[in-house]
């Protein structure tokens, strides 16, 4: 039984397939709910009648006419009424309705365009799939428009659709295999690498071979290879293709470098530079000897060169671009993110941060992003040692060192010896910026053994000072009996009742002072007499 939301689009189907003129025949079976859509086509069911009909059109004299008589009331009621009929032009007998051959397929390709806006997302599944299974090119071209319209907006497709396109990687036109290779890179079906590496390897067309290699770009392999430097040293319009999935396989180290990359460097060799694509600059920094690198530098430090950009971002992929690049950025803020990635991948560690810390960039935002990005990628010892250079010469800002420091105790209970080193600077740098109940928190996290004696000290210290701001100087007493912790909380205090209390604990206490110290401590006590005397 045919599905009822179905009824409003067969009519409406009906409609336009009538006032277009152009239908043959339109098949409505109850048992094949998948007939009703195959415009152009005859139905199984109706091929033997046509086939009768025809014969007796041949078999009929060439000079007989057609009866002109009326039919008779009995021949008018036995006959049944057709469902539907469109007033034709009276045609002599031996003229026979017109073959699929002959429908304009431009019609039938606009009805079926319209007929999947109309349908539900499963009939559009199996349009599709209808479209690809038929025998007519500009047929089978709309089925692959619009499955990658489905695509594009988020539908999936049945299997039926992903076999047929599997199919059509064999089919006799380019045109056809192209868009098989299109679809199923699209796709992404498990064994897509498989389907496209073993149809590239046979394909002689370069149309073709240039759908096939954007899927080895997208799944470098090793069996590629052989077929993707045969397009590559190509003169075709697969070269540019073919140079995309060589870098692919490259930079996964692919290529044998006795066997292959002589002939990849005769290939980019004989390429005017103005004719080097990103992959062909890619492919010489991972392939090229000396001399091919240095034609790289030039290019990147050529401002008149259109791709000089390129050329930069090509040098970080390898390791003789890092100081160019280093060099290019200093005077070319431009050029920090290319200089960036070369640190990435050749130089990460705290000296080479540095570097980038160092740099003018674009941005700020930018800046601060690569860092932080570079940065995660540390050991926490690495990154320790690079916020401690970076403070050195003020090239990360307390704000983002913390930032980045606050990795080290993220979702932590307890913090190891081996990050000790890292969480004290932290909490030394909470210290700094006035917080110093996010520093005795960081140092909660510490272990009360196991760290080094410069570590100890200096988380002693930094606690010692932080009780002090936070006015629990019973606790400061138990930490430290040394003056000048106070006067480090003394300095950091910026509210003058605060000093005050500060400054009359300290001459509560017996401390040995320096005639500094004294100084400032009878100032302090100095200035809150000669308050507390002016006040009325």
Sequence with gaps: MEHTQNRPIRRGVYALILSAGCLTQCACSKNNSNDWFRFGKESPKEQPAKQAEQQTAQDQPQSETPSSEPPTDAQTTNEPEPIAEVEQPTQSSNETRPSAAEINVEEIVQLYRRLHVEM?????????VELLNDEREQVKLLGFELASRDLSAGTTLSAEAANAAIDLLHDPLPTIRVGAARLINRLALPDAMTLLTDTLNKEQDASVA?????????????????????????????????ANAAWQ?????????TEHESQIQSVYRSIPDDQLTQS?????????????????????????????SEAANALAFTPLGVDPLINLASTHPNFAPAAAKAIDRHRLNPNGIRQIALLDWPTTQARTETLIQLCEKLDHDQLTTTIRLTQTDNTINDALAIRLLNRLIAGAQTVSPRSAPGVALLAQLELKNLRPDRALEAIS?????GLDPDTALRVNNTSAVSHILLGEFDHADQLTQSPQNWFE????????????????????????????????????????????????
């Design 445 to 449: 996290l510490l272990p009360d053994s």
């Design 210 to 242: 240039e759908a096939l290699l954007r899927g080895i770009e997208r799944w470098p392999n090793e069996n590629a290879k052989e077929s993707v430097l045969r397009w590559y040293q190509s003169s075709t319009t697969a070269r540019a293709a073919a």
């Design 120 to 128: 539900d997302q499963p009939n559009r599944s199996q349009l599709i």
């Design 280 to 308: 062909d600059l890619r492919l010489i920094a991972a392939t090229g000897t000396t001399s091919d690198i240095n034609r790289l530098i030039g290019l990147a430090r050529n401002s008149e060169y259109a791709k000089q």
């Design 489 to 536: 909380a003394l300095q950091l205090q910026s509210d003058i009742n605060a000093q005050l209390k500060i400054a009359s604990a300290i001459q509560t206490r017996s401390f040995e002072l320096t005639e500094d110290q004294q100084e400032t401590l009878d100032t302090l006590l100095a200035q809150a007499q000669s308050s507390t005397t002016e006040t009325p």
């Design 249 to 257: 396989i490259a930079d996964l180290g692919l290529w044998d470098t």
